[in-house]
């Protein structure tokens, strides 16, 4: 009974921690091998993970990397949820916001003869 205790589904520790919203949802990114475990791909969703293992995952636009640190009986509020691991993840600067056009829009007549941008009608 104690070796049952110290394990557990690694699409089931992913979703009691919070890192994806449904349990199905954890177990289409194992079963895709997108789930690490200790350096090897997850074979399949009931992989057993323990105390200790280190899982690393895409996240949105970044890869998340954490240790098991316990593990749980149900799917809890947030604040719980972030007990069970311990984040090794980079802290990424973020990435630079699109450059924006200064005015509203496209620029009036006005503005563009004062940028220099008006056509010259040369009659024909």
């Known amino acids: 009974m104690s070796d049952h205790a110290d394990k557990m589904r690694v699409d089931k520790w992913l979703w009691h921690a919070r890192f994806f919203k449904t349990r199905s949802l954890a177990a289409k990114q194992v079963g895709a091998g997108h789930v690490r475990v200790n350096g090897s791909k997850a074979a399949k969703p009931s992989q057993n993970v323990s105390i200790g293992d280190v899982l ?5 636009h970044q890869v998340r990397v954490v240790r098991i640190t316990s593990l749980s009986e149900r799917r809890g509020p947030a604040t719980e949820a972030q ?5 090794m993840t ?4 973020k990435p630079p916001a699109n450059p924006k056009y200064e005015g509203k829009g496209r620029p009036d007549k006005k503005e563009r003869r004062a940028l220099g941008l008006t ?6």
């Open 56 to 60: 690393t995952f895409p996240q949105g």
């Open 83 to 87: 007990t069970l691991y311990f984040d």
């Open 90 to 93: 980079e802290k990424q600067d």
């Open 119 to 124: 056509r010259v009608w040369d009659g024909h």
